[in-house]
């Protein structure tokens, strides 16, 4: 067991939170972290109400630990998703994507915990007036949807350490104990991590998705579409096609219909490593093997206090 | 005393390298940090021959302990330098910007330690490969110049660490003790700091420069120039420029006329905040105050001690 302000908040028993991700993390995935001592987070931004309805009545079956689900404000009919968590009495929410003013007292009311996703000053400021219970500072390695500032998880953290006092929740490049260690060294209270669970086996990417992930060097994912939503995938014939278009100075909607609809479910849940948007964190660089939820959990926490004591003897 | 493998390479008390800076770093300050235990630096990518020869006369003179020079292998006449380290017994030398396979082997036959800087895979193993003492690896989140690839300290570190057996340096948002601590957690025998020794009193960076550096904040600084050579830089007048060029396909040779010459001089030593080159690493976002190269180091050692008692506490 870890004792931080985000372990207290959450009431889990290690400081380390599952990203909620698009095609990745549904019920299975957040019950098996959750019952390995951290948070688990269902990603509802690939999911219809009806389908986001059934996780959250799957998951609470599943695991007797706390979840939550991370909803995107940017989703459209976003009041039902609401909905759907307090009808079900989802103990903590992410929100991303959007403005935190906007939902955060309604779920509190519900005695939700509310927990806003950030990647600058100004939104984490924004979020603390909001009421957030935490912030999630998010680093420019990570994957998926980011900011357009490009902070490093490395000067990201420190700086906001100084400004803000609600919990603070690293990520961005965490997928291991030394990250881990080395994010709360730079004051976070707890870590996200995403990349590291698409590779296990409760994950729902697919298998060609999780290959390419093992397979991915460095240099190999790039944070684009920043016209459009700024986000982190691994450079494939589609990154190529987007890539093109952006430097041949195609406009907004040019791109958004070069984009077209579906790719993320293309490319992470169907396995179309051409066609398909490959959303990953730059730790895809050193990422090697596929494992259960509880041993990523167990690993983590072991090669933490190992790292640790090897600091400790400098 | 912190004992590790770059202590022991460079037989200096604590791990900090204070990175060789054009027009910041010269004798007063590469001096000013040998002798507060760390390893000073001269930076001889903006200095003549004669004006090389002449700094290393006087940080000679200036501290008993070790220092080094900063040679960019891309600096015109090269031989000039590479003579002059030679005939001074220079005993550390860092190369960048270059092929490691050139002047490796040349400077080791002097007796003198080499290490080079990279910032991917490929450069450290060709590196290693040459013979190299050490490798500093330079994260996203560097100031100067930097790599094509992108890669942040927190994901470069624990992926080079896995692949290559010498000395490994972290530069790249560390300025603190807690980034100290955390690179070291991810693998680090020791820290390069560029952005936090031009705040020092002994830097020769224009005041200008150095306000400019105190006010920066989040989202400030760019890494930008990617097809002449990516630096990060503060985004001012001249970046907009340059960024407007690239956003309008100017090729190259383009973009070598608007930048023009002499841009990171009348930035960074004569203070032009519009029209010079102001080369500065993302934790500028948070730096804050101007202080003597003795006093930066003792607080560092004091953080990275009491941050590592906090992390014992978890």
Redesign the interface.
């Known amino acids: 067991m870890?004792?931080?302000r985000i372990t207290e908040l959450f009431k889990i028993k290690y400081p380390i939170i599952q990203a909620g991700m698009v095609w990745c993390s549904g019920w299975e995935l957040a019950s098996a972290v959750s019952n390995s001592g951290g948070l688990g987070v269902i990603g509802s931004g690939s999911m219809y109400p009806d389908v986001l309805d059934s996780h959250v009545v799957k998951c609470k079956k599943a695991t007797k630990n706390n979840f939550a689900v991370n909803i995107p404000l940017l989703y459209p009919n976003i009041e039902n998703h609401i909905d759907t968590v307090i009808r079900n009495k989802v103990p903590i929410v992410f929100t991303s994507a959007g403005n935190p003013s906007i939902w955060t007292k309604k779920l509190k009311n519900h005695g939700i915990i509310v927990v806003h996703v950030v990647s600058?000053?100004k939104f984490a400021l924004k979020s603390q007036e909001a009421g957030v219970d935490a912030i999630v500072a998010e680093?420019?390695?990570a994957g998926g949807h980011n900011g357009?500032?490009?902070?490093?998880?490395?000067?990201?953290l420190?700086?906001l350490k100084?400004k803000i006092s609600v919990p603070l929740i690293a990520a961005?490049?965490?997928g291991?104990g030394?990250?881990m260690?080395?994010?709360?060294?730079?004051?976070a209270d707890g870590v996200q991590m995403g990349s590291r669970f698409v590779l296990s086996n409760e994950s729902s990417a697919h298998i060609n998705f999780k290959n390419a992930v093992i397979n991915a060097?460095?240099?190999d994912t790039?944070?684009t579409l920043k016209e459009i939503t700024p986000v982190r995938m691994i450079k494939n014939k589609l990154y190529d096609k987007i890539h093109n278009a952006y430097?041949n100075?195609k406009d907004t909607e040019d791109l958004k219909n070069i984009l077209g609809k579906g790719r993320a479910k293309k490319g992470m849940f169907e396995g179309d490593l051409d066609e398909g948007e490959l959303e990953i964190?730059?730790?895809s660089?050193?990422l090697q093997s596929i494992k259960s939820a509880k041993d990523i959990v167990d690993e983590i926490i072991q090669d933490f206090y190992n790292?640790?004591n090897k600091?400790?003897e400098?």
């Open positions: 870890i004792k931080t600058n000053l680093g420019f390695e357009l500032n490009e902070s490093t998880t490395f000067c990201l420190p700086f100084k961005g490049g965490i291991t030394k990250t260690l080395a994010a709360m060294s730079l004051g060097k460095d240099g790039s944070l430097m100075k964190g730059q730790i660089m050193y790292t640790r600091l400790n400098y």
